[in-house]
């Protein structure tokens, strides 16, 4: 990897440890994003994913709630990682080209989502079959693209957990994507020793941008961030999405 690439990627994490610093998620959603401009996502994922792993089993550990969670959402958990694994060919078969097109409109139908903030709810009855279903149309997805946030968030929002508890929350479901993503990238030979220099610096910049993200939180309006934020998002997957149907039809 080129010196360039490397302090592009650097930057990428710094960013994006900052915003998982100040609201609590988001380092694999815009890491994979930036990344994508410069690298196919299979090996952007092969980057993110050692970051990814640590920062979300430390945020699995920090809280009283991980075995009511496992007992919840054990549905939810088992169906993402049948989904990652069946569809583990994605990134690296024939259509892995088509990569960063549905990477790009996967961001951009995250950030409408959230900035709209749709709210429904879903009976605690109703909660094992249907985060059955999202667990794995999320690993599906996941698995082609790297992130797990469609139709993911929309079900945690849905479900009402406390605050403290759906950040456990969201740790151990990250947790479980990123592992079983590990293992598909593993498999297919991508994630090797090649990696090691790249995710050591993706790593440093993660929890630097976390620390920095977190120091910084009382004296930025959350919300404000949060919408700046989304609508970035909106114009990175319009972007990727664009930049990549032009590669792929046009060049």
């Known amino acids: 990897m080129s010196i360039s690439l490397l302090i592009f990627t650097a930057a990428a994490f710094l960013l994006a440890g900052f915003v998982k610093g100040v609201l609590g998620l988001g380092l694999p959603t ?40 496992l007992v919840r959402l054990w549905p939810l958990m088992l169906g993402l990682a049948v989904g990652i694994r069946l569809n583990a060919g994605m990134m690296t078969g024939p259509y892995a080209r088509y990569g960063s097109i549905l990477l790009g409109i996967l961001l951009v139908i995250y950030a409408v989502v959230s900035l709209r903030k749709f709210v429904f709810t879903i009976n605690r009855r109703d909660e094992k079959w249907t985060g059955a279903i999202v667990g794995l149309v ?11 946030v469609v139709p993911s968030m929309p079900y945690f929002q849905a479900i009402g957990m406390e605050k403290d508890e759906l950040v456990q929350a969201l740790g151990v479901f990250f947790t479980v994507a990123t ?25 440093a910049c993660s929890f630097t941008g976390m620390a920095t993200g977190q120091a910084v939180r009382t004296r930025l309006e959350p919300d404000v961030f949060r919408r700046w934020f989304l609508i970035s998002m909106i114009l990175l997957g319009i972007y990727l999405a664009g930049a990549a149907s032009y590669e792929i039809y046009f060049a």
């Open 30 to 69: 815009v890491s994979m994003g930036l990344l994508a401009v410069a690298m196919p996502p299979v090996h952007a994922l092969a980057i993110v994913i050692v970051p990814a792993i640590l920062t979300n089993i430390w945020q699995t550990f920090v809280g009283p709630y991980l075995r009511d969670i």
């Open 138 to 148: 999320t690993g599906v997805i996941s698995a082609a693209t790297g992130v797990q």
């Open 179 to 203: 592992l079983a993503l590990a293992f598909n990238l593993t498999a297919a030979g991508v994630l090797d020793e090649s990696t090691a220099l790249p995710g050591v610096i993706a790593l």
